[in-house]
């Protein structure tokens, strides 16, 4: 299996631009995690997915963020408007179990850059 | 859910020596994982370790959980410079779903 896919690795975009991020979760696997990370805050849980239904959205920093499943196999994590504290590295992982008590596997990360 | 509480932030060793990380969480748990991040990628999974275990193995990690002291070490044997990474423990407790990362051990190998 390629493990976790995401796209694109990196982006630079300005303030007030919209931006899109996508994952391909491992296939078989029922959970998707959307993670934030920066110096400052560290690792940070954005939202999970089980089974294509969002979960627990509540680290969603606000209504500027937005994410979807539509499949199995698919999700964004889209950011409108942009603004340059939304500069991190973001990572999405995947699960083989209904929830976090099993391992995750992490793709590689999208750092985003907004200016 | 919880976060687990890495010590120390940072950890300098010589190459062949061994290195020990602790963490401490604060409710009982379900499991706890260990996890591995090398600069500039994503975090890749080492070990998990159920409440009922005291001990496990994997390669040259050791991984130990006392749950009357809500705490738990990784050790790395005979480390090498591709061991140089951050380390991050996630306590899973009962009705959690999700995990929480705290800030890491910072370890260096140095060759």
């Known amino acids: 299996d390629a493990g976790v896919i995401q796209s694109p690795r990196h982006e630079v975009t300005e303030m007030g631009q919209e931006v899109t991020l996508r994952c391909k979760p491992i296939?078989?696997?029922?959970?998707l995690f959307w993670y934030r990370q920066t110096m400052m805050r560290g690792l940070e849980l954005l939202i999970y997915?089980?089974?294509?239904?969002?979960?627990?959205d509540s680290g969603m920093p606000e209504d500027r963020f937005s994410a979807k499943m539509p499949n199995a196999s698919f999700s964004t994590l889209k950011i409108q408007p942009s603004e340059p504290r939304d500069s991190a590295v973001y990572f999405c992982?995947?699960?083989?179990?209904?929830?976090?008590?099993?391992?995750?596997?992490f793709g590689p990360g999208t750092r985003l850059t907004v200016t | 859910s919880q976060q687990g509480e890495e010590d120390p932030q940072a950890l300098s060793i010589q190459e062949g020596e061994n290195a020990t990380m602790n963490c401490s969480y604060k409710t009982s748990i379900n499991n706890l994982q260990w996890y591995r991040q090398n600069s500039g990628r994503g975090l890749v999974h080492l070990i998990l370790?159920?409440?009922?275990?005291r001990e496990k193995h994997s390669g040259r990690l050791r991984v130990t959980l006392d749950t009357s002291k809500k705490s738990s070490s990784l050790l790395i044997t005979a480390s090498r410079a591709a061991d140089t990474a951050s380390y991050f423990c996630?306590?899973?407790?009962?009705?959690?779903?999700?995990?929480?990362f705290g800030s890491g051990t910072q370890l260096t190998v140095l060759p």
């Open positions: 370790i159920r409440s009922n275990e």
């Open positions: 996630a306590p899973l407790s009962g009705s959690a779903r999700q995990l929480t």
């Open positions: 992982a995947s699960s083989p179990g209904g929830g976090g008590g099993d391992e995750q596997y």
């Open positions: 296939s078989g696997h029922n959970s």
């Open positions: 997915f089980n089974n294509n239904v969002p979960i627990d």
